[in-house]
Every structure is written in C-alpha cells, then in structure tokens.
C-alpha cells in the first residue's frame, strides 16, 4: 500500500509538472495568438503527453520485462489517444456545451477563463484515466 501511495504521489508531481505545459499551451495560443481552444488543447495535450510518457517511465512506473520499448511506446500512444479524444469532449462540453448555452455564465466569466477553467476539468478526468490506464496496461505486474 505504502508502494501505491508513492507511485500516486510521484505521478501526480510529474502530472503537476505536465499540466503547467499543456496549460500554458492550450491558453498561451488561446488566448495570446486566437488559435481555435480545440487546436490549441490539441497541441497542448500531445506536448504534454509525450513529455509525461517520458517522466514516468523513468519516475513513475516499473517497466514490464516481456514488453519492448516500441510496443511500449505504441501502448502508451493508443491510451493517450483515448486520453485526448476523453480530453477533447470535456473541454467541448464545457465550452460549446455549457458555456455558449448560458447567458448567465457569460455574464459571469469570459470565454477565455471558461477555456483555462475547462483546461482544469479535463485535465482531472483524464489524470484519472491515465493513472488506471498506464497502471493496468505499462506496469510490470
């Protein structure tokens, strides 16, 4: 149990570290050059992912023995796929969903907190997944 609870603590710090980038990403070419909040989480979310791939291999998760690096690789791209279509409908749904359908909420915030806020919604549903998912399929047994 003490094992799991590091594991979690340390992919929470690299997730921490990976999330300032896909942020700063998503926002920066959001909000700053008026890229399109889909491309820009896009980009944000493939930066981020292949960086987070790389830290916890090496921080995070255990190798498994029988699986080579590119299978590896391959897997982790397949579960970040899914991660990013996950990631994608989040940020819709709360954009183009809810925000763009409430009156209310654009007299409350502007479309550009909504994206940053979005940015944080999605970014903790698929901190979930991924956790579970790499877990079950990348760690050695």
Do not use: P, W
Not at 83 to 93: A, P, Q, S, Y
Not at 97 to 120: C, E, K, P, R, V
């Amino acid at each position: 149990m003490k094992q799991l609870i590091n594991q979690i603590i340390k992919f929470g710090i690299v997730g921490f570290f990976c999330f300032f980038i896909d942020f700063g990403i998503t926002t920066g070419l959001t909000n700053l050059l008026g890229v399109h909040y889909l491309i820009s989480k896009f980009l944000g979310f493939v930066i981020s992912a292949v960086v987070n791939y790389l830290l916890s291999i090496k921080f995070v998760f255990t190798h498994k023995k029988e699986m080579d690096k590119k299978k590896e690789f391959i897997v982790f791209l397949i579960l970040s796929a899914i991660g990013l279509v996950i990631n994608e409908i989040v940020m819709f749904c709360c954009v183009d969903g809810i925000y763009l359908h409430s009156q209310a909420l654009q007299n409350l915030i502007t479309q550009d907190l909504m994206i940053m806020a979005a940015t944080i919604i999605a970014t903790g549903v698929v901190m979930v997944y991924n956790f579970i998912s790499r877990k079950l399929f990348l760690e050695r047994k």
